[in-house]
């Protein structure tokens, strides 16, 4: 039996038949078989993903660094989507508004009575205090069972206050995972910021950067190399980001676009109504990094940028040569195991890969299919009734804002050169023998840890310390424990370092898992009545 089918055979039937969709083996054959995903998750299972509110405000939202994000509901949703993601953002005024934690504290009288008034109060008081351009306010769970009218309290802000005020219906229960959220938030953004300021660009080489949240400081390691090649990079989606900057994105000639999963919605939009193309980029990786800018050198066609783009690539590798050697020695022949979001799984297999780490298992909590497979699927995906419940936002072209910058010679052309427009997904890259999981749960984590031995396990904080109890390597690839940038070339081997001096720690020596000196409990999954 191979090793998906020795885990799913530990399933009962019912829940047999929902995992086994999720679940593949990589072959010839099984490669370009579809996976199911971004469907909802057996109920009971112990479930890595998060919730719509985490993907709106915690995701995309959250790190504005000028705009005043306020959760209406209980003080928890505030309080754990508070400084736990390591979004980086610095101010020159030191006005950083996500280092607060603003909330409207709702209690069991305003679920009661209604909480529009506290919201209101609540406004009011932020605007007093922090005087914010812009103010969003983020619903919960419970706002939207009680129907608190979040849009119209916004609207009310705008005309009392004279500041940019949205609202946002991303209640945590809404969609299956936090790509709802995502998507609820590129709709706002697009409505209602993108567009509305328009300062001509530095130069012709503008871009954006899409889905960099600035984990670690990621995005200053890659703004830093753009900058030193002349890229004038006008916003960034949006670790480090702006509402004014944002506001102006819409004049660059150029959307990079890193986190495919969570921010592709923006770059189509953008694309439809102002004519901004978008590229397919990656900077985790050194071989990726080195393709990503000269895609985007190819893109605005100058061969003075094409020669520059060359140079500090040769400069960049020249100062990591020495280092890039010894953490290649070192790590050669290592195993991994990933399972982060919805992008990063793939991101990181290969800058791995630049080290000589192979990939066993790569994972997604909340990916959907074009993720996977490429966006060539997304005619095929099936809409169910969660998915019609996130709004799809229709926009045409703005005549008086659409700009072209290639012809449509140029962009044919380009089309078969670049990613133009275009994502092909994780698995094309991953090995026969590999395993591809959508919602990795904790006991198909025991199980696979079992069965492929991974040297290292790339996840979260939910599963960090259950994998070391079982004597592996676990590292966080959301928040990157207390280091980064992980981005780039300098960001790769702060990369290797961090995963070298992992797994050659004494301390390994000194576990031993649970299950070698003592019998485990048996019992039955829930479910498995016939
Ligand atoms: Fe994109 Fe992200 Fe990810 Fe994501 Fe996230 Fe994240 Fe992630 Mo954690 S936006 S999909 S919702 S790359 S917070 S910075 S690490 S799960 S793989």
Redesign the pocket.
């Known amino acids: 039996m191979n090793v998906r089918n020795i885990v799913l055979d530990k399933y009962s039937a019912k829940v047999y038949k929902n995992r086994k969709e999720h679940i593949m083996e990589l072959t010839e054959e099984t490669k370009d078989q579809p996976i199911a995903a971004n469907s909802r998750t057996v109920p009971g299972i112990i479930t890595n993903r998060?919730c719509c509110y985490?993907?709106c405000k915690?995701?995309?939202l959250g790190p504005l660094k000028d705009v005043l994000v306020l959760t209406h509901g209980p003080i928890g949703c505030g309080y754990y989507s508070w400084g736990t993601?390591r979004?980086k953002a610095k101010t020159e005024d030191g006005r950083n508004f996500i280092e607060y934690c603003f909330s409207t504290d709702l209690q069991e009288p305003d679920i009661v009575f209604g909480g529009e008034k506290k919201l209101r109060q609540a406004i009011k008081e932020a605007v007093e205090i922090f005087q914010p351009k812009c103010l969003m306010i983020c619903s919960t769970c419970p706002v939207g069972l009680i129907g608190d009218d979040i849009h119209a309290v916004a609207a009310e802000t705008e005309k009392l206050y004279g500041i940019t005020c949205m609202a946002f219906s991303c209640e945590g229960y809404k969609g299956v995972s936090?790509?709802g959220g995502?998507h609820i938030a590129n709709n706002t953004l697009m409505k209602k910021i993108i567009g509305t300021n328009d300062t001509p660009p530095k130069n012709k080489y503008s871009v954006n950067l899409l889905?960099e949240?600035n984990?670690g400081g990621d995005g200053w390691e890659v703004e830093r190399i753009m900058k030193r090649i002349g890229y004038d990079v006008i916003s960034v989606f949006t670790g480090d980001g702006s509402f004014e900057a944002i506001q102006n994105s819409h004049m660059a000639n150029l959307n990079l676009v890193?986190?495919?999963?969570?921010?592709n919605y923006i770059a189509e939009m953008m694309k439809t109504k102002y004519g901004v193309d978008w590229i397919k980029v990656n900077f985790i990786g050194i071989k990726s990094t080195i393709q990503s800018l000269r895609d985007m050198a190819a893109y605005f066609g100058d061969k003075e940028l094409a020669e520059r783009t060359e140079e500090v690539i040769d400069d960049e590798l020249a100062n990591i040569a020495d280092e890039k050697e010894y953490y290649y020695s070192k790590l050669k022949g290592k195993t991994a195991a990933l399972y982060?979001?919805?992008?990063?799984?793939h991101?990181y297999q290969l800058l791995l890969a630049d080290f000589g780490v192979s990939t066993v298992l790569a994972g997604?909590?909340?990916?959907h299919r074009d993720d996977y497979e490429g966006r060539e699927v997304i005619p095929t995906i099936r809409e169910d009734a969660d998915s019609k419940n996130i709004e799809h936002l229709n926009v045409a072209k703005d005549e008086k804002k659409y700009h072209a910058y290639l012809t449509d010679e140029q962009y044919e052309l380009l089309k078969t050169k670049i990613p133009l427009e275009d994502y092909t997904g994780m698995i094309r890259h991953m090995e026969n023998g590999s395993i591809v999981v959508d919602d990795l749960n904790q006991f198909e984590t025991d199980e696979f840890l079992k069965l492929l031995k991974p040297d290292i396990f790339f996840s979260?904080i939910k599963d960090k310390y259950s994998l070391q109890k079982s004597g592996v390597l676990a590292r966080q690839?959301?928040?990157y424990d207390y280091s980064g940038p992980y981005a780039g070339f300098r960001g790769s081997v702060n990369f290797a370092r961090d995963i070298t001096m992992g797994l050659y720690t004494p301390a390994w020596g000194f576990v031993t898992p649970p299950w070698k000196n003592r019998s485990t409990l048996r019992a039955s999954l829930a479910g498995g009545e016939k």
């Open positions: 998060g985490a993907g915690g995701v995309v993601r979004n936090q790509s995502h889905g949240y984990i890193q986190c495919h999963r969570s921010i982060v979001g919805g992008s990063r799984s991101h997604y909590e909340f990916a979260g690839l959301h928040s």
